[in-house]
């Protein structure tokens, strides 16, 4: 089955600078990855997700870039602020929009430091 | 309102009980899941269900169980099988091929 594998752990950036988290998969056929954020306590809410026949997508402050043939994607948030500290987790899926399930990362904790 | 609705928010368990989890959602989604979340973990796949009255196993289905009898719920009891049943459990819903949305989530702790 499919295994994905989140980095780091834990990420701490100063309010105002970038943040990057990188994920890798281990199914070629996966086609889709979203990325969910999840702040204490509550349900995880999709941010931004990218198919296979794309590299990038971007939404205001955040883009996420794929790299099939290297089997990695990322997540990259412009100008952090205050709000964006939460847990991040990604995910794949080799069936469209995770129809038989999605396969997680184990998550990133981003903290923005004020 | 649409959503989904989880119920209990807190549920506890005693030795040897079988207790089951409410999910209900009225967005009209076909496809509805389980996952359970560890702390410090992602989450991981329990079942799905992507018509009524059909379902499948995901990567930690021993000691559940689920149902979909209709299309707007799918009930997962956690059985005296499961021996670690304590975590956060999420039910999602969603139309193939677009995203899963989630529920607040149940907390399952044992007494």
Known sequence: GENVEQHPSTLSVQEGDSAVIKCTYSDSASNYFPWYKQELGKRPQLIIDIRSNVGEKKDQRIAVTLNKTAKHFSLHITETQPEDSAVYFCAASYSGGGADGLTFGKGTHLIIQP | ?111
């Not at chain 2, 009524?52 to 009930?75: H, L």
């Not at chain 2, 021996?83 to 956060?88: G, H, Q, S």
Request: net charge neutral.
């Open chain 2, 1 to 111: 309102d649409g959503g989904i609705t989880q119920s209990p928010k807190y549920l506890f368990r005693k030795e040897g009980q079988n207790v089951t989890l409410s999910c209900e959602q009225n967005l009209n989604h076909d496809a509805m899941y389980w996952y359970r979340q560890d702390p410090g973990q992602g989450l991981r796949l329990i079942y799905y269900s992507q018509i009524v009255n059909d379902f499948q196993k995901g990567d930690i289905a021993e000691g559940y169980s689920v149902s979909r009898e209709k299309k707007e719920s799918f009930p997962l009891t956690v059985t005296s099988a499961q021996k670690n049943p304590t975590a956060f459990y999420l039910c999602a819903s969603s139309i193939v091929p677009q995203p899963q949305h989630f529920g607040d989530g149940t907390r399952l702790s044992i007494l």
